[in-house]
């Protein structure tokens, strides 16, 4: 079961991530890696921020255990008014939020974009993105409040096991970021206000998308304000200590962002590019598979099955290692080729894949580490356990800031990026232990064995490509070829790295779910 679910969210996160690229590709072409490019992404980041929050973050990993107690006692009617009452709770709480941003765009600008500000305070040229971020941000701002009510919704339906409605609902807001991307930028002097207005527009439309789905599954409610219930307020104790521990890494890459703000223009740019390759598998393995594996954790912990609950997190642990080993590596050998046939075009140059292939690379070295996190906090979050993931999250937090100090002196945006692959696995370290210290889960041998077993498989593959690579003159092949090559790299990646599994005795049935 949860093998199919996790294919059917893979697969519709696949379609996402590939528009998720073609909007960049376009984004690429227009701005580059640039001064407008820079404030786009920074007044796209603060509200997808407090996404991760309120919608996908905290909130989902507080309200899903919730939802799935009230659906396990049977009781249709208090399984609506649950509903019900928590949208018009959350409705009302991030309208008020979005509000605000709007409101305050300006001061949220000079906050985290504190060097802007300063450029700004000075009448120095680079004081022109501030300007840019307090009026975009104006726009991006109400983008919050229907995403939320979107994962809200999504929430929803996974609990129901309709995974793919939630998982293809991202593909809207590429479409709508591409549409405005091409019909609106000569409206604007700025080509980034058309990508804004494309933000807004992927809100409104993303939830009207899944209202028709939530009516058909007949948990279409009228929202009611609901601060008091019971149900709610048990989400409101959780999602509180939830809000830091599950946004760590979100935190972090805004403190990266205040820091850039200071370093050379481009920075932002090279950082957020090389962060969507990683997302990429992150978003197709890892969060495809935590999507699935919160709802079943939280059934098996209200069903008191502590051996069903390890089976759930062995087969998880599996499919992050045997798919996410092979991509990080995949990623750190092929960075530039992959950022060349992507983006190089337009505005975009050589010199920008040259410097977002040494961002990615860093980023890549800790992609396993983010898709462990994935999988070891649902185990906290479906035993309602939100303190442990906050402790862990303020250790990983403080660590990040220090390797932000120490590797951005020497390394600049690169070194962003390697603080933040190294604040990742310490979590992951951190939260795996506090899962062995509880007895909830641990290793077993057999497990051990599989990790070993892929881990050779992908650095079997890697050197082959490397090899592969190494025999090509890039630079004077052209676009088309170079098209051809990648795709022969990659597919010969796949072809060594599954003959290698299964010489060293890895077979499909490892894969399945219990």
């Not at 939830?242 to 972090?252: E, H, K, R």
């Not at 590019?273 to 939280?298: C, H, M, N, Q």
């Not at 092979?326 to 992507?342: D, K, N, Q, R």
């Not at 090509?472 to 796949?494: H, M, N, P, T």
Request: hydrophobic share 55%; glycine share 8%; aromatic share 12%.
């Amino acid at each position: 079961m949860l093998l199919k679910s996790g294919f059917i969210v893979s697969i519709m996160t696949l379609l996402s991530r590939v528009l998720g690229l073609v909007r960049d590709v376009v984004v690429a072409n227009l701005m580059g890696a640039g001064a407008s490019a820079d404030v786009f992404f920074f007044a796209n980041k603060i509200p997808n921020f407090l996404r991760r929050l309120f919608a996908e973050g905290a909130f989902a990993q507080a309200f899903v255990p919730v939802l799935s107690e009230v659906q396990a006692q049977g009781d249709h009617n208090a399984h609506l008014t649950f509903i019900a009452r928590i949208s018009g709770t959350l409705g009302v709480i991030v309208f008020f939020t979005a509000l605000f941003g709007v409101v305050a765009s300006p001061v949220i600008a000079a906050l985290f974009g504190t060097g802007w500000f300063i450029a700004y305070l000075d009448g120095a040229v680079e004081g022109e993105k501030f300007e840019l971020a307090s009026t975009m941000l104006k726009i991006t701002f109400p983008y919050l409040f229907f995403i939320t009510l979107t994962g809200l919704s999504g929430a929803i339906l996974n609990t129901l096991n309709r995974f793919a409605v939630a998982a293809f609902t991202p593909v809207l807001l590429n479409l709508a970021i591409i549409g405005c991307a091409w019909g609106l930028h000569d409206q604007f002097s700025t080509p980034a206000f058309a990508l804004a207005w494309g933000v807004f527009l992927g809100g409104v439309v993303q939830l009207s998308f899944q209202l028709p789905f939530l009516y058909r599954a007949g948990v279409l409610v009228r929202p009611r304000w609901g601060w008091s219930d019971p149900h709610v307020t048990k989400v409101r104790t959780l999602m509180i200590p939830a809000l830091f521990g599950v946004s760590v890494s979100q935190i972090n890459l805004l403190f990266d962002t205040l820091i850039a703000s200071f370093l050379m223009t481009g920075s932002v740019s090279w950082l957020y590019y090389s962060d969507r390759l990683l997302e990429f598998p992150l978003g197709l393995f890892g969060i495809a598979i935590a999507t699935v594996i919160l709802p079943a954790l939280s059934k098996d912990h209200v069903a008191k099955d502590s051996t069903q609950f390890k089976q759930n997190m062995n087969w998880a642990l599996t499919m992050v290692c045997v798919l996410g080993i092979p991509s990080c590596l995949g990623l750190m050998v092929l960075a530039e080729p992959i950022l060349s046939v992507i983006f190089e075009r337009g505005a975009f140059t050589s010199n920008d894949v040259t410097m977002a292939g040494m961002s990615l690379l860093a980023y890549a070295a800790g992609l396993v580490s983010f898709m462990l996190i994935k999988i070891f906090a649902p185990g906290y979050y479906a035993r309602q356990d939100t303190k442990t993931p906050v402790k862990i999250g303020i250790i990983a937090m403080i660590a990040n800031m220090g390797f932000n100090v120490i590797f951005a002196i020497e390394f600049g945006y690169v070194g962003l990026a390697i603080a933040t692959s190294l604040s990742a696995t310490l979590n992951a370290a951190l939260l795996y232990r506090g899962l062995v210290t509880a007895g909830v889960y641990q290793f077993d041998t057999a497990i051990l064995w599989r990790i070993a077993k892929m881990l050779l498989s992908a650095l079997i593959m890697a050197s082959t490509v490397l090899m592969l690579k190494q025999s090509v003159d890039w630079e004077a092949l052209l676009f088309s070829q170079r098209i051809l090559y990648v795709v022969g790299w990659l597919v010969a990646a796949v072809a060594v790295y599954i003959s290698c599994l299964g010489l060293l005795g890895l077979r499909p049935q490892h894969f399945k779910s219990a």
